[in-house]
């Protein structure tokens, strides 16, 4: 039944564009970026940070599995639900109830199936909401926790993000993208590897 397919949650949609596209890093420095008046600006690209940072692409697979996995559940219930909704038609039809007190059971027991794969459904794509929420914080925490450590030495004013045509207009010379990406992936690279390494410890 279409009404019981499952539909990943909007908040993941903008997130989804994680690919497997080769990360594009410079080792260098962007260049000092000053705007007017002693301004000093610089902007960081959204939608390579999406493809390019380790982190991203490794959670959105997580996250794409989970929601395929619902759903293919959610199908195979609503399947059921739908067969059992047939069989009850036809047998009704058919006269195939013994008595009215039977066919009063039956069609309880339907409800509650139904009742059930909402509450199923509910659930999961409430599991999903909770896993994209926590993607969301950790993209958040670690963008935020670099760009303090970065900008102690560069000492920008302002640092934007740039996304689609949010900004009408920006010179490559305020791009430090390549940078931040490079620093986000050595560190969640570092990360990663020390947590191997408890793995390990603990066996």
Do not use: W
């Amino acid at each position: 039944m279409k009404k019981y397919m499952f539909l990943a949650t909007a908040a993941i949609v903008a997130l989804a564009s994680c690919n497997n596209a080769s990360p594009k890093m410079d080792d260098q420095p962007a260049a000092d970026s000053t705007g007017g008046a002693g301004l000093k600006i610089a902007y960081v690209e959204v939608d390579s940070l999406m493809t390019q940072y380790e982190y991203c692409k490794d959670f959105t697979l997580v996250l794409q599995k989970k929601s395929n996995n619902a759903r293919n559940t959610l199908n195979q219930k609503g399947q059921q639900l739908q067969n059992a909704m047939n069989n009850f038609q036809q047998k009704l039809n058919n006269n195939g109830f013994t008595s009215r007190e039977q066919a009063e059971s039956q069609q309880a027991a339907i409800q509650r199936q139904q009742n059930d794969l909402q509450q199923l459904q509910a659930r999961l794509e409430n599991e999903l909401a909770n896993e994209t929420a926590t993607y969301n914080e950790g993209l958040r925490d670690s963008l935020q926790h670099f760009l303090a450590k970065y900008n102690k030495d560069k000492k920008y004013d302002l640092i934007l993000t740039k996304q689609g045509d949010n900004i009408l207009y920006a010179t490559k010379r305020f791009d430090i993208t390549a940078d931040v990406i490079n620093g986000l992936n050595k560190a969640y690279k570092s990360t990663f590897n020390k947590s191997e390494e408890k793995k390990e410890e603990k066996k």
